[in-house]
């Protein structure tokens, strides 16, 4: 087991990135709502009163940065694991190492990296040392710590969640670099136009190790120590966007997608669909997707909306990219256009509750089938009222629920669209069954 992951090859060797981490908590850029003066996990790093905790951002954000500090400012034993590396083997290491720790009067504390990537055998190996304070627990991790970590150690740690940079530290990080001579690029005093720079943090998208990592590389091939904007054309031809197909990220896209389907707002809908393909997302996954936004949130408002959602995988399959993908932004755009309706999605709902809480109750015997002389003579089928031969091809009065269950309403329309012409037809039909009930 590797002591410490901190452990750091020589300055000369070392990525900007690496040379550039902050030391102190004044060297930390962003994370305010975290680590201004006051704030809950500042006091307790200046304290050294640290808690369970888990940091959740995506990469570049500062998570080991925090650690990294979380380490300067204690008195407690510091102990490391990448969980990409340790196994249960390393965690009983680690465990072992903390209780001579304890034994001699101090705390123990165990950041992993990326704790996201245990299981849940090794994180119940690591459980009862934090449930018994042998440990602190401090985790990093991208993704969303409710679906990745046990309930049970969940709940011994509070969860932070880190904000990527923006735009304003994003330039502070680059001028710091710029200017630092004994960590940074100063002492190549290069030239880097403002109007450039914003172009930059633009590309790094909110990650700050890959802001400085095209900035290094920006300085690499900077003819004569400029960085111009064809430096910066020939980095942006390197897959610089951060978007992760299976993290929290790509889930947040495809449901502002849904939402702005749902509100009826073709503009943002049409600008989270680009910003999904842009990022590198499936279309057809997309298309699948619309076709649950025009049976939940359209319904029997507009009908139309499912056929064509419908046809707009049918034509990307055709197709491809990129021409099949307009036939997607023509189906978003016409589910966030059309009327919206969520009365059978919540009916169905309804009804599947109801199916479960009345059980296996059988078909009143009127409404079942009778296809032999056994049936027939048990009663199945006796008193049907065949519909298309009454009036209007409606029986009146007659019931179709089981006779142990109450009759349901589960299907109210919403008014708009077509739902509005299903309603006033439904509402005639009751009004006739109404009326043979006082017959």
Not at 84 to 92: D, N, Q, T, Y
Not at 150 to 173: C, F, I, Q
Request: proline share 6%.
């Amino acid at each position: 087991m590797a002591d410490d992951l901190f452990d750091s090859a020589p300055a000369a060797g070392r990525p900007l990135a690496d040379r550039l981490r902050p030391r102190t908590l004044d060297e930390v850029l962003g994370q305010q709502h975290l680590l201004a003066p006051g704030k809950p996990l500042r006091v307790a790093i200046e304290a050294d009163l640290p808690r369970s905790m888990i940091f959740w951002g995506p990469p570049g954000t500062g998570k080991t940065t925090l650690a990294r500090v979380l380490a300067a400012h204690t008195r407690a034993e510091f102990i490391t694991l990448s969980a990409v590396l340790a196994g249960i083997k390393e965690i009983r290491e680690a465990v072992e190492r903390a209780r001579h720790a304890v034994a001699a009067g101090r705390r123990a504390i165990l950041f992993v990296d990326e704790v996201h990537r245990w299981n849940r055998a090794q994180q119940d190996a690591l459980l009862p040392h934090v449930e018994d304070g042998t440990v602190t627990l401090i985790g990093a991790t991208t993704e969303n710590p409710s679906f990745e970590l046990n309930n049970a150690l969940l709940s011994r740690a509070r969860v932070y969640v880190l904000r990527p940079l923006t735009e304003a530290d994003m330039l502070g990080l680059i001028e710091r670099a710029l200017t630092d001579s004994e960590r940074g690029l100063g002492s190549l005093k290069l030239s880097f136009p403002p109007e450039l720079r914003t172009t930059l943090a633009a590309m790094a998208d909110g990650d700050a190790r890959r802001l400085l990592g095209l900035l290094e590389l920006a300085a690499d091939i900077a003819p004569d120590g400029v960085i111009d904007e064809a430096v910066l054309r020939e980095l942006a031809g390197e897959s610089w966007r951060r978007f992760d197909k299976g993290g929290e990220a790509f889930y947040d896209q495809i449901s502002a997608l849904h939402k702005a389907v749902r509100g009826s707002a073709p503009d943002a809908a049409l600008y989270w669909l680009a910003r999904m393909l842009d990022g590198g997302c499936e279309p057809l996954y997309i298309a699948r997707r619309v076709l649950r936004m025009a049976s939940e949130d359209i319904g029997l408002a507009d009908p139309r909306a499912l056929t064509l959602a419908l046809d707009a995988c049918d034509t990307y399959e055709r197709l491809g990219s990129p021409e099949g993908e307009l036939a997607i932004a023509e189906a978003v755009t016409y589910l966030a256009c059309a009327p919206k309706s969520n009365a059978v999605y919540t009916a169905f709902a309804e009804a599947m509750a109801d199916a479960r809480r009345f059980g296996s109750l059988p078909p009143p015997l009127h409404i079942r089938n009778a296809p032999t002389k056994l049936m027939k003579q048990l009663g199945y089928g006796k008193g049907y009222r065949y519909a298309h031969d009454e009036a209007g091809a409606y029986a009146a009065g007659e019931r179709y629920f089981p006779d142990d269950m109450p009759d349901r309403r589960y299907y109210q329309p919403s008014g708009r669209g077509l739902e509005r012409r299903l309603a006033e037809h439904l509402a005639e039909l009751r009004a006739r069954d109404r009326e043979a009930g006082e017959q």
